[in-house]
């Protein structure tokens, strides 16, 4: 977008300066020396419309600390309000498409994961919003690229199901409003889970498995993550417009846990990976060769009989050869536990990581945040443990440094090349005073369209800066003009503000009405369009506002120049 911005704006500096004059010139040759009616109209409009602001900006210009403070306590309550606004990385889209994932408990079986996947499927086609609807129940070759990335089946006991619902214009509600009327209808099952994938996420190139809210707990015990985990979402329950809490560490899973007396190892003369190797050898098996066969290969595992590794007593008469030639079974030197252990076991940089989930509905990511951190404010927690908030929140803070640096370079070039043009430190001061008067009409806009402080919107405020400063520009270099013909120095600033009143008025109303379609749309993928455009359309109007009463007096401050008293 930067390119393509930056390359109009040059094709339009060559045609300002080539083809227009040229137009111009023919255009001014053919025209009547006698002005129209209407013509003569509209210059009678504007001349009275100048001459009221010219009385204005004299009576600005004579209370130069009234409108300086009225125009920095107007900045600084849109600063306040930015709080008020709320925060998200990107504004929710109303794609027309649900994912809904499904979690039985483990041990599930295929068939009665598949029943009651077929029973969602009723609830969901009975919506008239639904088109159609499609199923992947347990691991398939399609949805192995799903589970690779956290959002398809992984068991027998896992399931998604994708809806398709009918375009935006063609229905009333969102979708967010019918994945809650989902919500509603879903059955109660003992130990499922039901939870809706954001699959705005996957249409703008997010990665997958990556929630709206995300709050990671880490530290080296599984029981305790799951403790304070399970705390964590207990709290959050209550936030207003948390929806589909989870945790990541599911335990539930059948297995023999093998527990190795140490001390009886060694006298044995085995080590900790012996036991180990001899027992997953036993039971997984060892690739010994592959089979070829027609250019394919399989691997040819060699394993106990499957009669032999049923069950606990089986695994305990696995033998180990010690490095003495002894076969020591496993039963003397461990004990044997039937037990639950996790499914996953999740880990982020080298640490232990178990995560509580959660989707947003009809709230702002920011404000729903600020409430997990205050509801979970009192949970203290154990030495070696600690708490990271993931998820798009972090994306979003990312993405605001990110930017707002940016702005702060834009801005630093902006008067840098003012600077050098204008040969002076002052004037180019006054101008950029346009910027902080352009984010009052950013906040008035956003709260107007009931829109958030986004990356959209973070992107018209960039685009914004480059802009609004155009009217400070023609306005100071015309002022600075007339003083160097010798105008009176306050003279100079009413007519310099009073001339370019109309360029000033032409060049925002363009913009402005440009920007109204796209803040206006209503249709697919607006919501990620329109927050820029109100950004801009808003920022522009209002600093057009107060660009022509606060400049004129922020130059008769800097240049200390006073209106002289006639007798």
């Known amino acids: 977008m930067a390119v393509t911005v930056t390359l109009a704006l040059l094709a339009s500096l060559f045609v300002a300066l080539t083809i227009v004059p040229m137009v ?51 900045f600084l309550a849109s600063i306040w309000s930015v709080s008020l606004l709320g925060r998200e990385f990107m504004p929710p889209s109303d794609i027309p498409v649900l994912s809904l994932q499904v979690s039985m408990p483990v041990g599930t079986s295929l068939e009665e994961t598949d029943s009651v996947v077929r029973s969602l499927e009723k609830i969901i086609l009975e919506q008239p919003e639904t088109r159609f609807c499609a199923s992947f129940v347990g691991l398939s070759q399609e949805s192995k690229i799903d589970a690779a990335w956290g959002t398809g089946p992984t068991g027998v006991n896992e399931a998604t199901v994708y809806v398709r619902l009918v375009d935006k214009e063609l229905r009333v509600r969102s979708t967010e409003e019918i994945a809650d ?8 099952i003992e130990g499922a889970t039901f939870e809706f994938f954001d699959m705005q996420q996957v249409f703008t190139g997010g990665a997958g498995g990556t929630s709206p809210v995300e709050i990671k707990v880490f530290g080296p015990d599984l029981k305790v993550l ?52 001899s027992v997953r050898a036993g039971l997984m098996g060892v690739v010994s060769t592959r089979y070829r066969v027609e250019g394919d290969e399989y691997d ?80 203290e927690l154990p030495p070696g443990y600690f708490v990271e908030y993931g998820g798009t929140f972090k994306d979003m803070q990312e993405a605001f440094v990110t930017l707002f640096q940016a702005l702060l370079v834009a801005l630093l070039l902006i008067y840098m090349i003012m600077a050098a043009q204008f040969e002076s430190l002052r004037h180019p001061f006054v101008i ?54 010798g105008t009176d120095p306050f003279e100079a600033i009413l007519q310099g503000a009073s001339v370019r009143l109309r360029p000033v008025l032409i060049t925002t109303f363009t913009t402005v009405f440009g920007m109204l379609p796209m803040a206006l749309s209503r249709t697919q993928g607006s919501e990620l369009r329109s927050p820029m455009a109100i950004t801009v359309a808003f920022g522009l109007l209002f600093s057009m506002t107060l660009t022509l009463l606060v400049i004129p007096v922020m130059y008769a401050i800097v240049d200390r120049i006073k209106e002289r008293k006639t007798s």
Request: glycine residues 6%; positive net charge; proline residues 3%.
């Open 24 to 74: 111009s010139s023919v255009i001014a040759s053919k025209r009547k020396k006698q002005p129209g009616r209407a013509e003569s109209k509209a210059a009678a409009y504007f001349m009275s419309l100048r001459d009221r602001y010219r009385i204005l900006l004299r009576w600005c210009l004579r209370h130069r600390s009234l409108v300086v403070i009225i125009a920095f306590g107007l």
């Open 181 to 188: 009327s989902f919500r509603r209808r879903l059955p109660v």
């Open 432 to 485: 950029m005073v346009t910027v902080p008067l352009s984010f009052i009409g950013v906040v008035v806009g956003l709260f107007a369209f009931g829109k958030t402080l986004s990356v959209p919107a973070f992107m018209g405020i960039l685009i914004l800066a480059g802009v609004v400063v155009n009217n400070g520009i023609v306005m100071v270099d015309y002022i600075n003009r007339l003083r160097r013909r």
């Open 226 to 277: 799951q403790s304070i985990s399970d705390t964590i979402a207990q709290d959050i329950v209550s936030v207003e417009g948390l929806r589909d809490i989870e945790t990541t560490l599911e335990m539930g899973k059948p297995e023999w846990q093998v527990h190795i007396d140490r001390e009886k190892a060694s006298q044995a003369g085995l080590t900790v990976s012996q036991i180990a190797q």
């Open 300 to 379: 040819i595992r060699v394993r106990y009989r499957e009669w032999d590794r049923k069950s606990k007593e089986d695994v305990e008469l696995i033998t180990i050869v010690s490095p003495r030639g002894d076969h020591v079974p496993l039963y003397q030197v461990a004990a044997v536990e039937e037990g639950a252990g996790p499914v996953t076991i999740t880990r982020e940089d080298q640490e232990r990581k178990v995560s509580v989930k959660g989707n947003t509905y009809q709230r702002d990511v920011g404000s729903i945040m600020e409430d997990i951190m205050q509801q979970t404010a009192h949970i």
